[in-house]
């Protein structure tokens, strides 16, 4: 039988995401990020079309690579201002009822107790449809407004996040049993204190002497999402994460990346299929090939290549500024992210990126590919990408929001859905029931050794 068809969506609670420019197309409701109305009725739009869920960007700096200052950023929009993710979902969650919802938390500058309680609050007002994307960072710009004077290596966060986890997992499977709370008016007794107990943990990051400030949550554990595809990331994947967000320019870069994420769970004591894995994607989708491709050439006419580079220095530690527009972009070892400069440096032998090249495929969509046509061509498409790659699904992001969300939702889900590709309907229960058919953490997963309790 033919693997089905995932989607999320990927969004960013700020003006400009993974299309620079796009924010000043006529239809493009990007500005109104600061009000609720805009997110809530996307929410419902992604409900309607049965997507997983929303997969929410974020970042704790300003991408001032780029020129070596924050101006280009400033003035292009690229990812600042940008507001708090998490904050948002509340009221998303309470216009829906089985959309998703996975937010990015930098656990390099979030102290793992009150996080803890952050997240088990979600999982709380979501009935259970919180995810959590697991990253350590990447902007010194970050480390500097927590006071630090740069991040650590990028090896060193990843063994910095491993005790971070052991923290969260104690906290989150370990303080609370599941009968714990009573709630008995009769005895007056809400909690027994005989079934709390207290987390001491002594790491090499980390120490902590607490119980949890929640009771139990509807999946205890976050949905575990993981972005990173170099060697420290595929193991941390491989050991921890439940879905995998990966990008990559052409299914020649992705699949053997899908391929050592499997291999890493594998080596974890998992099963390759405890992982989902999702890869970056924009669907510019019409009624006709011709109808697309004119949508297409129109957005194009908003794209910023400079916004575009911005991001790109950022994402890479490479300031493009300093480069010539078509000198090729060659590979250089530095602390930033290691997968987004090794698309267009390693991935693919057979290809070689300009700078200007690189300007102008993150304009639309960013580092990921773009499918532009047609609901069968986009179609088509998709489950090439899904048999040749064995991806689980795609993180879609956008040209104009929420322009490009409801094409897809109108158009390439019923496709999708005719070829018995994508689903009918929502399976009952919380995320991770939704995405796995169980409602807590797989047996084989490392938080399951901290738990004292079975569900």
Known sequence: MAKQIRLNAFDMNCVVHQSPGLWRHPRDRSRDYKSLRPWIELAQTLERGLFDGLFLADVLGVYDVFGDTADAALIHATQ???????????????????????VTVTLSYEPPFPFARRMSTLDHLTDGR?????????LNSAAKGLGETGQRGHDDRYAVAEDYMQVVYKLWEGSWENDAVRADPASGVFTDPTRVHRIR???????LDAIHLCEPSPQRTPVLYQAGTSPAGRGFAGRH??????????????????AAIRKAAVEAGRAASDILVFTL??????????????????????ADPVGALTLMSGWTGVDFSRLDPDQVVEHVDNEAGRSA?????????NRRWTVREVAEHVCIGGIGPLIVGSPRTVADALEAWIDDTDVDGFNLAFAVRPETFEAVVDLLVPELQKRGRYKQAYAPGPLREKLFGRPRLAETHPAREVARFRA
């Open 80 to 102: 600042v201002p940008v507001n708090d993710p998490l904050l948002l979902v509340p009221a998303m969650a309470a216009a829906t009822e089985n959309l998703g919802f996975g």
């Open 130 to 138: 919180i995810g959590w994307n697991i990253v350590t960072g990447y």
């Open 201 to 207: 943990h002594d790491g090499p990051h980390y120490k």
């Open 241 to 258: 994460a439940e879905c995998v967000f990966m990008s990559g320019p052409s299914k020649q870069v992705v699949a053997p990346r899908v």
């Open 281 to 302: 994607m924009t669907v510019i989708v019409a009624e006709t090939d011709e109808a697309a491709e004119a949508l297409m050439a129109d957005y194009c006419r908003y």
């Open 341 to 349: 400069l090794e698309n267009i440096t390693r991935a693919d032998p």
